[in-house]
Each structure stands twice: as structure tokens, then as C-alpha cells.
């Protein structure tokens, strides 16, 4: 709180002798306005009543002139005393001060402190609600976990991949025995519990072939944020070479993706895919708008990165995710977010063309995709890996 106004012993001296001095004044100039008037009236001949109302109005202009000079003074007196008084006044803390006092400073380095060592526990292993990572039943390190990307109202695509290039049942764990894990990846309903995430379970209840994203929405405005969820999450269960995510629209020569992988184990910083780049869609409203748009230069232009049907990273990465996802800047699509945090760190570019969604050779049927010499090719229409299937026998 501020101190108030304080006066010297020397001030109130001074103020005591201008109130005693002041008494004299105006004795005196009472009498000299009286004199002057007996003067004027003798010359004039006025009468003595007049001359008393004259005395009167001139002694009472006399008195508000003294009183208005001593407010004056007064005035005077105060200000230089506020101005004394601001010059000793308390110093204002600043927002500083005020944490070193309260002790949020200390508080501050310690929390600071605490989030680097977590940062390194986990870069270590030391996993928050880690469960055991799974190895392949041999006991050996995994070759890869592949994760295929699907929505709530995608279960006729799910049918598709597991009537075509996807094992499952027993063929799905047996696949496992080998090194292989194929999950579909699925977050969850905006209104938990609701019949969306009740046909999920059930589904999972009886296929067995899903790792649900507890922690994340599923909405096509989060599919950026998906990748996130997961290569943590996938990281964090399984102990794999690689980490592999798959849409649910391609179909996948799944034998030759694993003798890719297999040739590439020993590549620990691998990043892999079909390496693409392109303009970035300013106008909002338009397919493919990146709200960011401004953050890539005049040119407008993508950073090369791997396109979204199918992106491979080693397991490096995938704990680098893990790790830091907190602090990863998402963008419009997940492709694209992913080349970005793949730019912050030594990663290997490897661009493989076999990778590349493509029309090789066109079948009897009008729209109809045949796989031809690439791993995965995308699909007009649902039906048309059944119908590979059917003409697998067609010449490539």
C-alpha cells in the first residue's frame, strides 16, 4: 500500500509562521482600507454609512485574496511533498520478483528438470503404462507391424483386404510365428460407448485383427493426429524392425512388401515409401486445403516426403514419435505431417517406385486394376480385388 503524504518538522514550522504572520497583514490592511476610505470620503463628502459598506466589500475582497494565496500556497506545499513521497516509495515488484518469491522459479527448473529426465526415461524404454512389448513366438525381434488405416464406416473395406491380401484366423497367426503383426487401426467415437464403438468390439470380438486408439477421436480432421497414436502405441506394444502404415482402399502384394523389409532390416533410420511432393491448395474450400499454407514458402510447393497409402519407418523413428509427440506440429494430412517430423532428424529417404499407388496393366473390365509388377495399386472400386483374385491367372 502506498504510504501517505508525511510532512517535515521544518514544513509544518513553516506553514505555523505564514498562518501567525498573516493575522498582522490583515489588521493592517483593515486599517489602511479604512484610512484610505476616511480620506476619500472627507474629499468627496460621502456619507459615513456609505463609507462602511465600502470598508466592508474592500475587506471582504481583501480576505479572499489572502485565502486564495494561501491555497496556493498550500497547493504548492502538497505537491512537492507527493513529489518527495513517489521518490521513496516501494519499489513495484515486477512478474519476476514476484515468482522469485513465491517460489515458482524453483518450481519452474524443477519441472523443467523433470520433463527432461522423463524424456529420457522413455527414450530409454521406461514407458509410462508400458506393456510388454510381443516378440514373434521364436522368441525373435519382429520384422514389422503393420497397421491398416480404417474408419467406423469402412467395414466393407476391411471384408475386401481380408478376402484378398490380408490373412486371417489362424492364417493371421501364423503369420505372427514369422515376424509379421497386421492390425486394422481404428480410434475411437466422439460420444464414447455409442453404437460405432459397440460394432467395433464386437467386430474385434470376432476377428481378433484390430488395435483400437483408446486415446484418439476418429474423424477424418484428426487423421493427422492418428499417426501419432499410432506409432506410439504400436512401438510401445510390439518390439519391431519397422513400423508400416497401410490404407484400407489398396491392395497389397503383402509377400513382396516383406522381402523389401527383409532387405532393409539392417537400415535402422529408414524412412520408406513412394517420395512424392506437389503444390500446396491455398483456397479453402478446395480438396486437399492446408490451412498452413503460408508456412511453405512463395513457392507453395510440399517438402518431398512418402505419400499417405503406405509409409515405413524403422523403429528409430517410431520411438522418436513416441518420445516427442507432444511437441510434434501436425498439418492438413498425415502424409505430409509425417515428412515434417522426418525432416528434423537424420532419416534415410528410401523412394521405391514399387510402392506407388499406379494403373500397370488394365483388365477386361472396364475400371478394373490388375497388380502387376508393383506392391500395391489403388482400387476403383471394392469389388475389384475379388476380381484379382479371380483373374489372378491374367498375364502381368
Not at 482600507?33 to 474592500?58: D, K, M, Q, S
Not at 526415461?121 to 525373435?140: E, V
Not at 504400436?234 to 523389401?260: H, S
Amino acid at each position: 500500500m502506498d504510504s501517505l503524504p508525511t510532512t517535515t518538522k521544518s514544513d509544518r514550522r513553516w506553514r505555523s509562521k505564514n498562518l501567525q504572520t498573516s493575522k498582522p497583514s490583515l489588521v493592517m490592511a483593515f486599517f489602511s482600507c479604512l484610512a484610505w476610505l476616511y480620506v476619500a470620503g472627507r474629499l468627496v463628502h460621502l456619507p459615513f454609512p456609505t463609507l462602511l459598506i465600502i470598508i466592508a466589500e474592500n475587506l471582504w475582497h481583501s480576505t479572499n485574496s489572502i485565502r486564495l494565496w494561501q491555497d496556493a500556497e498550500n497547493r504548492t506545499l502538497l505537491t512537492n511533498l507527493l513529489k518527495t513521497n513517489s521518490a521513496q516509495r516501494p519499489k513495484v515488484l515486477s512478474v519476476e520478483d514476484k515468482l522469485a518469491v513465491l517460489g515458482c522459479k524453483d518450481l519452474e527448473r524443477r519441472i523443467v528438470e523433470a520433463e527432461m529426465e522423463l524424456t529420457l526415461a522413455k527414450s530409454q524404454g521406461y514407458l509410462k503404462n508400458q506393456l510388454p512389448q510381443s516378440k514373434s513366438a521364436s522368441g525373435k525381434k519382429l520384422l514389422a507391424v503393420i497397421g491398416v488405416y480404417t474408419g467406423f464406416g469402412s467395414r466393407l473395406n476391411r471384408n475386401v483386404c481380408r478376402g484378398s491380401w490380408m490373412p486371417k484366423g489362424d492364417a493371421l497367426k501364423k503369420l505372427e510365428e514369422r515376424g509379421i503383426v497386421i492390425r486394422f487401426v481404428i480410434g475411437r467415437s466422439a460420444n464414447r460407448g455409442d453404437s460405432l464403438d459397440r460394432n467395433i468390439d464386437e467386430e474385434n470380438r470376432s476377428t481378433g485383427d484390430f488395435l483400437i486408439l483408446e486415446g484418439h477421436e476418429e474423424a477424418q480432421e484428426e487423421l493427422p493426429k492418428k499417426a501419432k497414436f499410432f506409432f506410439s502405441t504400436a512401438v510401445q506394444n510390439w518390439d519391431a524392425d519397422f513400423y508400416v502404415k497401410v490404407d484400407d482402399q489398396i491392395n497389397l502384394d503383402l509377400e513382396g512388401l516383406i522381402g523389401l523389409l527383409e532387405r532393409r532390416r539392417d537400415q535402422a533410420s529408414a524412412y520408406i515409401g513412394c517420395m512424392k511432393s506437389g503444390d500446396v491448395v491455398t483456397e479453402e474450400g478446395k480438396q486437399w486445403y492446408e490451412p498452413d499454407w503460408w508456412k511453405f514458402g512463395d513457392e507453395k510447393s510440399y517438402f518431398r516426403h512418402a505419400a499417405a497409402p503406405l509409409i515405413i519407418l524403422s523403429k528409430n523413428w517410431a520411438q522418436y514419435i513416441n518420445i516427442n509427440s507432444a511437441s510434434l506440429k501436425t498439418y492438413a494430412h498425415d502424409d505430409t505431417s509425417i515428412g515434417s517430423w522426418m525432416m528434423g532428424v537424420q532419416a534415410t529417404y528410401i523412394d521405391d517406385n514399387r510402392l506407388c499407388c499406379s494403373s500397370i496393366k488394365q483388365g477386361l473390365f472396364p475400371g478394373l486394376i490388375i497388380r502387376g509388377a508393383g506392391f500395391l495399386l489403388s482400387r476403383d472400386s471394392f469389388a475389384s480385388a475379388y476380381w484379382e483374385k479371380l483373374l489372378s491367372g491374367y498375364p502381368s
